[in-house]
Protein backbone atom coordinates (compact mmCIF):
# COMPACT_ATOMS: atom_id res chain seq x y z
CA UNK A 1 0.00 0.00 0.00
CA UNK A 2 1.38 3.09 -1.14
CA UNK A 3 1.52 5.99 1.93
CA UNK A 4 -0.14 9.39 1.40
CA UNK A 5 0.92 12.09 2.93
CA UNK A 6 -1.44 13.96 5.09
CA UNK A 7 -3.01 17.46 3.54
CA UNK A 8 -1.61 20.23 4.82
CA UNK A 9 -4.03 22.95 6.33
CA UNK A 10 -4.31 25.83 4.22
CA UNK A 11 -2.99 28.93 6.09
CA UNK A 12 -6.07 30.45 6.89
CA UNK A 13 -6.64 27.60 9.14
CA UNK A 14 -4.64 29.35 12.19
CA UNK A 15 -1.63 31.99 12.13
CA UNK A 16 1.18 31.36 9.70
CA UNK A 17 4.53 31.54 10.95
CA UNK A 18 6.43 34.56 9.04
CA UNK A 19 9.71 34.40 10.35
CA UNK A 20 12.51 32.25 11.73
CA UNK A 21 15.60 34.01 12.91
CA UNK A 22 18.76 32.02 13.95
CA UNK A 23 21.29 33.12 16.29
CA UNK A 24 24.34 31.57 18.37
CA UNK A 25 25.77 32.22 21.58
CA UNK A 26 28.62 30.77 23.31
CA UNK A 27 29.31 31.13 27.11
CA UNK A 28 32.41 30.08 28.35
CA UNK A 29 32.43 27.59 31.36
CA UNK A 30 32.96 29.29 35.11
CA UNK A 31 35.85 26.31 36.10
CA UNK A 32 36.86 23.64 33.28
CA UNK A 33 34.47 20.63 32.47
CA UNK A 34 35.29 17.53 32.55
CA UNK A 35 34.01 13.79 32.92
CA UNK A 36 35.08 10.35 31.79
CA UNK A 37 36.22 10.97 28.19
CA UNK A 38 36.04 14.87 27.30
CA UNK A 39 36.79 18.05 28.45
CA UNK A 40 35.33 21.52 28.00
CA UNK A 41 35.56 25.20 28.88
CA UNK A 42 32.61 26.64 26.63
CA UNK A 43 29.08 25.45 25.91
CA UNK A 44 27.35 26.80 22.30
CA UNK A 45 23.55 27.33 22.34
CA UNK A 46 21.82 28.01 18.92
CA UNK A 47 18.83 29.68 19.35
CA UNK A 48 15.87 29.60 17.22
CA UNK A 49 13.38 32.27 17.29
CA UNK A 50 9.74 31.68 15.04
CA UNK A 51 7.21 34.50 14.73
CA UNK A 52 3.33 34.30 14.29
CA UNK A 53 0.55 36.55 15.18
CA UNK A 54 2.57 38.87 16.70
CA UNK A 55 4.04 36.75 19.15
CA UNK A 56 7.35 34.95 19.05
CA UNK A 57 8.25 31.33 20.34
CA UNK A 58 12.04 30.41 21.45
CA UNK A 59 13.92 27.22 20.92
CA UNK A 60 17.72 26.22 21.40
CA UNK A 61 19.80 23.35 20.88
CA UNK A 62 23.22 22.88 22.71
CA UNK A 63 26.44 21.63 20.48
CA UNK A 64 28.14 23.20 17.33
CA UNK A 65 27.49 26.46 15.30
CA UNK A 66 27.08 24.56 12.64
CA UNK A 67 23.99 23.66 13.61
CA UNK A 68 22.60 27.01 12.60
CA UNK A 69 23.41 26.74 8.85
CA UNK A 70 20.73 23.94 8.74
CA UNK A 71 18.34 26.26 10.54
CA UNK A 72 18.83 28.46 8.05
CA UNK A 73 19.25 26.67 4.74
CA UNK A 74 17.85 23.51 5.13
CA UNK A 75 14.82 24.14 7.67
CA UNK A 76 13.43 27.46 7.38
CA UNK A 77 11.50 26.76 4.07
CA UNK A 78 9.71 23.93 5.80
CA UNK A 79 8.53 26.62 8.57
CA UNK A 80 7.53 29.93 7.75
CA UNK A 81 4.84 29.87 5.16
CA UNK A 82 2.86 26.90 7.02
CA UNK A 83 0.36 27.18 10.01
CA UNK A 84 1.76 27.44 13.35
CA UNK A 85 -0.85 25.10 15.41
CA UNK A 86 0.38 22.37 13.60
CA UNK A 87 3.82 21.43 14.81
CA UNK A 88 3.28 17.92 14.20
CA UNK A 89 3.22 18.17 10.57
CA UNK A 90 6.22 20.83 10.76
CA UNK A 91 8.04 18.27 12.48
CA UNK A 92 7.35 15.54 10.46
CA UNK A 93 8.05 17.46 7.55
CA UNK A 94 11.81 18.59 8.78
CA UNK A 95 12.19 14.87 9.89
CA UNK A 96 11.89 14.13 6.47
CA UNK A 97 14.13 16.75 4.87
CA UNK A 98 17.39 15.37 6.80
CA UNK A 99 17.18 12.20 5.54
CA UNK A 100 20.21 12.59 2.85
CA UNK A 101 22.35 15.45 5.55
CA UNK A 102 21.92 12.71 8.12
CA UNK A 103 19.45 12.77 11.03
CA UNK A 104 21.55 12.21 14.08
CA UNK A 105 23.72 15.12 15.97
CA UNK A 106 23.63 18.44 13.79
CA UNK A 107 20.45 18.31 12.09
CA UNK A 108 18.61 16.38 14.77
CA UNK A 109 19.77 19.37 17.33
CA UNK A 110 17.95 21.62 14.38
CA UNK A 111 15.30 20.20 13.84
CA UNK A 112 14.91 19.81 18.09
CA UNK A 113 15.42 23.56 18.43
CA UNK A 114 12.74 24.58 15.57
CA UNK A 115 10.02 22.40 17.09
CA UNK A 116 10.54 23.51 20.47
CA UNK A 117 10.25 27.13 19.70
CA UNK A 118 6.68 26.52 17.41
CA UNK A 119 5.45 24.73 20.72
CA UNK A 120 6.50 27.95 22.27
CA UNK A 121 4.74 30.22 19.80
CA UNK A 122 1.96 28.22 19.85
CA UNK A 123 1.44 28.69 23.44
CA UNK A 124 1.93 32.32 23.44
CA UNK A 125 -0.79 32.70 20.43
CA UNK A 126 -3.44 30.88 22.54
CA UNK A 127 -2.09 32.15 25.69
CA UNK A 128 -0.91 29.60 27.51
CA UNK A 129 2.09 28.21 29.79
CA UNK A 130 3.19 25.22 27.33
CA UNK A 131 2.43 22.42 30.79
CA UNK A 132 -1.45 24.15 30.24
CA UNK A 133 -1.37 23.38 26.12
CA UNK A 134 0.11 20.16 26.71
CA UNK A 135 -2.00 18.33 29.21
CA UNK A 136 -0.31 18.53 33.14
CA UNK A 137 -0.16 15.18 34.82
CA UNK A 138 2.06 16.53 37.67
CA UNK A 139 2.17 20.39 39.25
CA UNK A 140 5.71 19.62 40.12
CA UNK A 141 8.88 18.23 38.40
CA UNK A 142 11.72 16.46 40.87
CA UNK A 143 14.78 17.73 40.31
CA UNK A 144 18.62 16.70 41.11
CA UNK A 145 21.60 18.42 41.17
CA UNK A 146 23.86 17.38 38.08
CA UNK A 147 27.36 18.17 38.19
CA UNK A 148 30.79 17.49 40.10
CA UNK A 149 32.92 17.59 37.14
CA UNK A 150 35.77 15.44 37.25
CA UNK A 151 38.40 18.61 36.37
CA UNK A 152 37.09 19.78 40.01
CA UNK A 153 38.90 19.57 43.27
CA UNK A 154 37.96 18.06 46.78
CA UNK A 155 37.17 21.92 47.48
CA UNK A 156 34.97 23.19 44.21
CA UNK A 157 33.40 19.84 44.50
CA UNK A 158 32.38 19.92 47.90
CA UNK A 159 31.22 23.48 47.83
CA UNK A 160 28.76 22.94 44.65
CA UNK A 161 27.25 19.39 46.41
CA UNK A 162 26.92 22.02 49.40
CA UNK A 163 24.79 24.17 47.41
CA UNK A 164 22.19 22.20 46.41
CA UNK A 165 21.59 20.57 49.57
CA UNK A 166 21.06 24.05 50.98
CA UNK A 167 18.60 24.61 48.27
CA UNK A 168 16.83 21.77 49.98
CA UNK A 169 17.80 19.56 46.33
CA UNK A 170 18.09 16.06 47.96
CA UNK A 171 19.30 13.87 44.96
CA UNK A 172 22.83 14.98 43.44
CA UNK A 173 24.97 13.71 40.53
CA UNK A 174 28.66 13.63 40.11
CA UNK A 175 30.80 12.74 37.16
CA UNK A 176 33.01 9.31 37.53
CA UNK A 177 34.76 7.33 35.29
CA UNK A 178 37.51 9.91 34.86
CA UNK A 179 40.26 9.57 32.26
CA UNK A 180 38.42 6.71 30.44
CA UNK A 181 38.13 4.86 33.12
CA UNK A 182 41.85 4.02 34.48
CA UNK A 183 41.35 6.41 37.98
CA UNK A 184 39.27 3.86 40.15
CA UNK A 185 40.55 4.82 42.92
CA UNK A 186 39.83 8.68 42.63
CA UNK A 187 36.52 8.04 41.79
CA UNK A 188 35.99 6.15 44.80
CA UNK A 189 37.33 8.95 46.62
CA UNK A 190 35.33 11.38 45.18
CA UNK A 191 31.93 9.36 45.28
CA UNK A 192 32.92 8.80 49.36
CA UNK A 193 33.36 13.09 49.90
CA UNK A 194 30.39 13.53 47.86
CA UNK A 195 28.28 10.99 50.47
CA UNK A 196 30.03 13.05 53.31
CA UNK A 197 29.05 16.01 52.36
CA UNK A 198 25.22 15.44 51.54
CA UNK A 199 24.82 13.13 54.28
CA UNK A 200 23.45 9.86 54.79
CA UNK A 201 19.56 11.02 53.34
CA UNK A 202 20.16 12.33 50.22
CA UNK A 203 20.29 10.16 46.99
CA UNK A 204 23.55 10.10 45.09
CA UNK A 205 24.23 9.20 41.44
CA UNK A 206 27.20 9.28 39.55
CA UNK A 207 27.54 9.22 36.08
CA UNK A 208 30.70 7.47 33.55
CA UNK A 209 29.70 8.59 30.53
CA UNK A 210 30.80 5.15 29.05
CA UNK A 211 33.76 5.53 30.15
CA UNK A 212 34.29 1.68 31.84
CA UNK A 213 34.29 -1.50 30.05
CA UNK A 214 31.35 -3.84 31.53
CA UNK A 215 33.49 -5.47 34.06
CA UNK A 216 34.61 -3.06 35.43
CA UNK A 217 31.56 -0.89 35.82
CA UNK A 218 30.48 -3.85 37.78
CA UNK A 219 32.94 -3.88 40.22
CA UNK A 220 32.43 -0.23 40.56
CA UNK A 221 29.11 -0.40 41.37
CA UNK A 222 29.88 -3.09 43.49
CA UNK A 223 32.48 -0.88 45.59
CA UNK A 224 30.13 2.24 45.57
CA UNK A 225 26.82 0.09 46.97
CA UNK A 226 27.31 0.58 50.67
CA UNK A 227 27.59 4.13 49.79
CA UNK A 228 24.27 4.46 48.78
CA UNK A 229 24.58 5.08 45.27
CA UNK A 230 21.29 4.53 43.52
CA UNK A 231 21.62 5.70 40.27
CA UNK A 232 24.28 4.63 37.49
CA UNK A 233 24.41 6.70 34.32
CA UNK A 234 26.15 5.40 31.15
CA UNK A 235 28.51 3.10 33.03
CA UNK A 236 29.27 1.90 29.44
CA UNK A 237 28.58 3.55 26.07
CA UNK A 238 24.60 3.93 25.50
CA UNK A 239 25.61 2.19 22.25
CA UNK A 240 26.57 -0.97 23.85
CA UNK A 241 23.25 -2.05 24.81
CA UNK A 242 24.23 -5.64 25.29
CA UNK A 243 26.77 -4.28 27.85
CA UNK A 244 24.59 -2.17 29.58
CA UNK A 245 21.80 -4.82 30.10
CA UNK A 246 24.47 -7.02 31.28
CA UNK A 247 25.79 -4.47 33.91
CA UNK A 248 22.17 -3.87 34.89
CA UNK A 249 21.22 -7.60 35.47
CA UNK A 250 24.52 -7.46 38.13
CA UNK A 251 24.15 -4.60 40.24
CA UNK A 252 21.46 -2.93 42.32
CA UNK A 253 22.01 0.99 41.50
CA UNK A 254 19.53 1.88 38.80
CA UNK A 255 20.85 1.96 35.53
CA UNK A 256 20.18 5.04 33.09
CA UNK A 257 20.80 5.76 29.15
CA UNK A 258 19.57 7.70 26.47
CA UNK A 259 20.70 11.15 26.28
CA UNK A 260 22.54 10.11 23.07
CA UNK A 261 18.86 9.69 21.29
CA UNK A 262 18.29 11.55 18.07
CA UNK A 263 15.19 10.12 16.66
CA UNK A 264 12.41 7.23 18.28
CA UNK A 265 14.08 4.28 17.45
CA UNK A 266 16.64 4.67 19.01
CA UNK A 267 14.94 5.10 22.45
CA UNK A 268 12.55 1.83 21.08
CA UNK A 269 15.97 -0.23 20.89
CA UNK A 270 17.08 0.54 24.05
CA UNK A 271 13.96 0.17 26.15
CA UNK A 272 13.18 -3.32 24.20
CA UNK A 273 16.69 -4.66 25.14
CA UNK A 274 16.27 -4.04 28.47
CA UNK A 275 19.39 -2.05 29.42
CA UNK A 276 17.82 1.07 31.26
CA UNK A 277 16.25 1.52 34.76
CA UNK A 278 15.23 4.35 33.64
CA UNK A 279 15.17 5.88 29.76
CA UNK A 280 16.88 9.47 29.19
CA UNK A 281 15.59 11.82 26.69
CA UNK A 282 17.14 15.30 25.57
CA UNK A 283 14.60 17.72 23.84
CA UNK A 284 17.54 19.76 22.59
CA UNK A 285 18.85 17.07 20.39
CA UNK A 286 15.56 13.99 20.25
CA UNK A 287 13.31 16.15 17.64
CA UNK A 288 12.22 18.75 20.31
CA UNK A 289 8.76 18.74 22.20
CA UNK A 290 6.66 16.07 19.86
CA UNK A 291 10.22 13.55 19.80
CA UNK A 292 10.52 14.10 24.21
CA UNK A 293 6.44 13.32 24.41
CA UNK A 294 6.80 10.37 22.28
CA UNK A 295 9.80 8.53 23.64
CA UNK A 296 8.51 9.32 27.67
CA UNK A 297 5.34 7.03 25.49
CA UNK A 298 8.17 4.36 24.45
CA UNK A 299 9.72 4.13 28.02
CA UNK A 300 5.91 3.82 29.44
CA UNK A 301 4.90 1.31 27.05
CA UNK A 302 8.41 -0.55 28.30
CA UNK A 303 6.91 0.46 32.25
CA UNK A 304 10.20 2.70 32.27
CA UNK A 305 10.76 6.13 33.84
CA UNK A 306 11.98 8.67 31.93
CA UNK A 307 14.26 11.91 32.57
CA UNK A 308 14.97 14.99 30.89
CA UNK A 309 18.87 15.49 29.96
CA UNK A 310 20.13 18.82 30.70
CA UNK A 311 18.72 21.89 29.21
CA UNK A 312 16.39 22.01 32.42
CA UNK A 313 14.22 24.93 31.72
CA UNK A 314 12.89 23.47 28.29
CA UNK A 315 12.27 20.09 29.70
CA UNK A 316 10.19 21.36 32.66
CA UNK A 317 7.05 21.78 30.91
CA UNK A 318 7.10 18.29 29.13
CA UNK A 319 8.34 16.76 32.00
CA UNK A 320 5.28 17.56 33.84
CA UNK A 321 2.85 16.60 31.14
CA UNK A 322 4.06 13.07 31.40
CA UNK A 323 2.76 10.76 34.00
CA UNK A 324 6.22 8.68 33.85
CA UNK A 325 8.36 11.12 34.37
CA UNK A 326 10.99 10.48 37.47
CA UNK A 327 13.45 13.83 37.65
CA UNK A 328 14.71 16.60 35.52
CA UNK A 329 18.66 17.38 35.61
CA UNK A 330 19.29 20.43 36.97
CA UNK A 331 22.49 20.40 35.32
CA UNK A 332 25.02 23.04 36.46
CA UNK A 333 26.67 24.18 32.80
CA UNK A 334 22.75 24.93 31.31
CA UNK A 335 21.50 26.36 34.55
CA UNK A 336 24.25 29.02 34.48
CA UNK A 337 23.82 29.44 31.01
CA UNK A 338 20.03 29.92 31.09
CA UNK A 339 19.83 32.17 33.82
CA UNK A 340 22.40 34.28 32.19
CA UNK A 341 20.45 34.60 29.09
CA UNK A 342 17.32 34.78 29.66
CA UNK A 343 14.59 35.88 32.10
CA UNK A 344 12.10 34.04 33.23
CA UNK A 345 13.99 31.01 34.96
CA UNK A 346 13.12 28.44 37.69
CA UNK A 347 13.80 28.30 40.87
CA UNK A 348 14.89 24.50 42.50
CA UNK A 349 14.66 25.38 46.21
CA UNK A 350 12.48 23.07 47.74
CA UNK A 351 13.69 20.40 44.87
CA UNK A 352 11.10 20.82 42.78
CA UNK A 353 10.19 23.24 39.80
CA UNK A 354 6.99 24.53 39.32
CA UNK A 355 6.17 25.26 35.64
CA UNK A 356 3.58 27.39 34.35
CA UNK A 357 2.83 28.50 37.77
CA UNK A 358 4.07 31.89 37.00
CA UNK A 359 1.42 32.02 34.25
CA UNK A 360 3.18 33.04 31.61
CA UNK A 361 2.84 31.92 28.18
CA UNK A 362 4.88 29.18 27.10
CA UNK A 363 7.80 28.08 28.40
CA UNK A 364 7.61 31.15 30.02
CA UNK A 365 11.30 32.50 29.25
CA UNK A 366 11.97 35.36 27.30
CA UNK A 367 15.79 36.40 25.79
CA UNK A 368 17.94 38.75 28.07
CA UNK A 369 18.95 40.35 24.60
CA UNK A 370 21.28 42.91 25.98
CA UNK A 371 23.25 40.37 28.29
CA UNK A 372 22.49 37.86 25.23
CA UNK A 373 24.39 40.10 23.06
CA UNK A 374 27.86 39.82 25.18
CA UNK A 375 28.15 36.52 24.06
CA UNK A 376 26.79 36.42 20.78
CA UNK A 377 29.20 34.47 18.21
CA UNK A 378 26.88 34.57 14.92
Request: proline share 4%.
Amino acid sequence: MTRQAAPEQAPHDGPVVEHLAVTVYRVPTDLPGGDATLTWNSTTLVLAEVTAGGETGLGWTYGSAATAPVLRDELSELVTGHNAFDVPAAHDRMSRAVRNTGRPGIAAGAVSAIDTALWDLKARLLGLPLVRLLGAARAEVAVYGSGGFTTYDDARLGEQLRGWTEQGIDRVKIKIGESWGSRETRDLERVRLARRVVGDEAELYVDANGGYTRKQAVRMAAAMEDLGVVWLEEPVSSDNLTGLREVRDAVTADVAAGEYGYDLPYFTRMAAAGAVDCLQADVTRCGGVTAWLRAAGIAEGFGLHISSHCAPHLHAHVAAAVPNTRHLEWFHDHVRVENMLFHGTLDPTGGTVGPGVSGEPGHGLALNRPAADRWRIA
